[in-house]
Nanobody
Framework: VQLQASGGGLVQPGGSLRLSCAAS????????IAWLRQAPGKEREGVSC????????YYADSVSGRFTISRDNAKNTVYLQMNQLKPEDTAVYYC????????????????????????WGQGTLVTVSS
């Protein structure tokens, strides 16, 4: 599966953005999907994860209460609604599949990333700045 993230841009602190994750040849409702991000000079980190059936989404502590992950199976898209954005949210955001042993759920160790997170394509840049 090849994933494509979109929807990034420049936003002021406190603003909102909605990112979209689409797949060209597969149906996303068959995959556990995670949003990851990588800030300049830092390692890639997990942001949010949604299980099959949209059950029990996981969030990194740094975004909990501000970000919301959701699926729209009719549009074959997974969204990341980002509110109350902070400068430290500035990063390239990617969506990825999780194909490890915890499927159909997100792994309980999320947002720690392992080799079972993959298939991310080109990310989308989010810049939070005044």
């Amino acid at each position: 599966v090849q994933l494509q993230a979109s929807g990034g841009g420049l936003v002021q602190p406190g603003g909102s953005l909605r990112l979209s994750c689409a797949a060209s040849e597969s149906t996303l409702d068959s995959y556990v999907i995670a949003w990851l991000r990588q800030a300049p000079g830092k390692e890639r980190e997990g942001v949010s994860c949604v299980a099959l059936g949209d059950n029990m989404p996981y969030y990194a502590d740094s975004v909990s209460g501000r970000f919301t992950i959701s699926r729209d199976n009719a549009k074959n898209t997974v969204y990341l609604q980002m509110n109350q954005l902070k400068p430290e949210d500035t990063a390239v955001y990617y969506c990825a599949t999780y194909t490890g042993n915890w499927v159909p759920e997100c792994p309980p160790y999320f947002p720690r990333l392992t080799a079972e997170f993959g298939s991310w394509g080109q990310g989308t840049l989010v810049t939070v700045s005044s």
